[in-house]
T-cell receptor, first 116, second 116 residues
Framework: AQSVTQLGSHVSVSEGALVLLRCNYS??????LFWYVQYPNQGLQLLLK??????LVKGINGFEAEFKKSETSFHLTKPSAHMSDAAEYFC??????????????FGSGTQLTVLP | EPEVTQTPSHQVTQMGQEVILRCVPI?????FYWYRQILGQKVEFLVS????????KSEIFDDQFSVERPDGSNFTLKIRSTKLEDSAMYFC??????????????FGNGTRLTVT
């Protein structure tokens, strides 16, 4: 079984400040890890993913995330927040094993507010 | 960029009625999915579909639910007799393959189902 915990259902930052959205996972096998973003009235858009290789992955819109196996974490960061980053962010995992590689398990989401 | 499209964006129905939610996946994708998000809760996997049959389904996907690919482009989710607790945002997704390392899920904008 696998689960995803996102600490903080709401995060507020000032424009230009660092964005840090936390994600921890629990999985019996090493997972693939994803961050999705949902802008108002839109679907889930893939920001970035970790599958293998370099543990620091870069995504769209200046976001990046680092996979830390020892901490079972995959926190999302952006050095300088922009007003357009205001959205809901979801962390998700799927096991590497082929048996259930099709489905994603999502965290409960973090609503990011960017203050002027 | 190709998109997954869902119709309608909002559906209101009375308890006990049948509803069909429609999705047009990305044209060259082979795997199709339904997820749902009850207000304030996590995005949850419902079902995956490949080669005209269900690949996986969650415990949520009971006999009241069915999926179909009636033609070469549409993918539908039917709820036979809606209950109040079926009120949620329903997301359709598609992917080229089952391998999440190189074939991420592409999500539609969702259909908000309200059961009264």
């Amino acid at each position: 079984a696998q689960s995803v915990t996102q600490l903080g259902s709401h995060v507020s930052v000032s424009e230009g400040a660092l964005v840090l959205l936390r994600c921890n996972y629990s999985s019996s096998v090493p997972p693939y890890l994803f961050w999705y973003v949902q802008y108002p009235n839109q679907g889930l858009q893939l920001l970035l993913k970790y599958t293998t290789g370099a543990t620091l992955v870069k995504g769209i819109n200046g976001f990046e995330a680092e996979f830390k196996k020892s901490e079972t974490s995959f926190h999302l960061t952006k050095p300088s927040a922009h007003m357009s980053d205001a959205a809901e962010y979801f962390c998700a995992v799927t096991p590497i094993s082929s048996g259930s590689a099709r489905q994603l398990t999502f965290g409960s989401g973090t609503q990011l507010t960017v203050l002027p | 960029e190709p998109e997954v499209t869902q119709t309608p964006s909002h559906q209101v129905t009375q308890m006990g009625q049948e509803v069909i939610l429609r999705c047009v996946p990305i044209s060259n994708h082979l795997y199709f999915y339904w997820y749902r998000q009850i207000l304030g809760q996590k995005v949850e996997f419902l079902v995956s579909f490949y080669n005209n049959e269900i690949s996986e389904k969650s415990e949520i996907f009971d006999d009241q639910f069915s999926v179909e690919r009636p033609d070469g482009s549409n993918f539908t989710l039917k709820i036979r007799s809606t209950k109040l607790e079926d009120s949620a945002m329903y997301f359709c997704a598609s992917s080229l393959s089952w391998d999440r390392s190189n074939s991420p899920l592409h999500f539609g904008n969702g259909t908000r189902l309200t059961v009264t």
